[in-house]
C-alpha cells in the first residue's frame, strides 16, 4: 500500500489539495470575485475545483463527496443550477448543503469535495 502524500499549493495554514492512497481531498475553496453574485461565485468554486482535480489527476467524474457552505440557505437553488450543468450527472457525489457564517461577508459560497484518482 502506498501511503506518499503529496500536498498542493501548501501554505502556512493549508493545502488547496492533498493526494494520497489514491484518494483527492480539496479545501474548502471560495470564489475570487466576491462581487459577484452567490451563482457566479459558485460556478467561479466549480471551475477552481476542476484545475485542482486535473492537476491532481482526477476529474469531476470521480467526486465520491462534496459539502456547500451557504452564506444564506435561501440561495441553495441558485447554486443548484451551477452545480447542475456543473456536475457529471452520471456520477453524481454523495453531498451535503449547508448554511453556515463564512470568512467574509461578501463570501457567499464555499465548496469542499473528495475525489478518487
Given at each position: 500500500m502506498n501511503h506518499d502524500i503529496v500536498r498542493h499549493d501548501k501554505g502556512p495554514i493549508m493545502s488547496s489539495a492533498v493526494e494520497c492512497n489514491g484518494m483527492v481531498f480539496l479545501a474548502g475553496l471560495i470564489a475570487d470575485d466576491t462581487s459577484k453574485g452567490v451563482r457566479a461565485q459558485?460556478?467561479?468554486?466549480?471551475?477552481?475545483?476542476d484545475a485542482l482535480l486535473?492537476?491532481?489527476?482526477?476529474?469531476?467524474?470521480?467526486l465520491l463527496s462534496a459539502v456547500i457552505y451557504l452564506d444564506d440557505i435561501r440561495d441553495k437553488e441558485e447554486i443548484?443550477?451551477?452545480w447542475l450543468s456543473w456536475m457529471d450527472p452520471s456520477h453524481p457525489p454523495a453531498r451535503a448543503c449547508v448554511q453556515a457564517s463564512l470568512a467574509?461577508?461578501?463570501t457567499l459560497v464555499e465548496i469542499m469535495v473528495v475525489a478518487a484518482k
Open positions: 459558485t460556478e467561479q468554486v466549480l471551475s477552481k475545483i486535473t492537476a491532481c489527476g482526477t476529474n469531476k467524474s470521480r443548484n443550477k451551477a467574509t461577508p461578501a
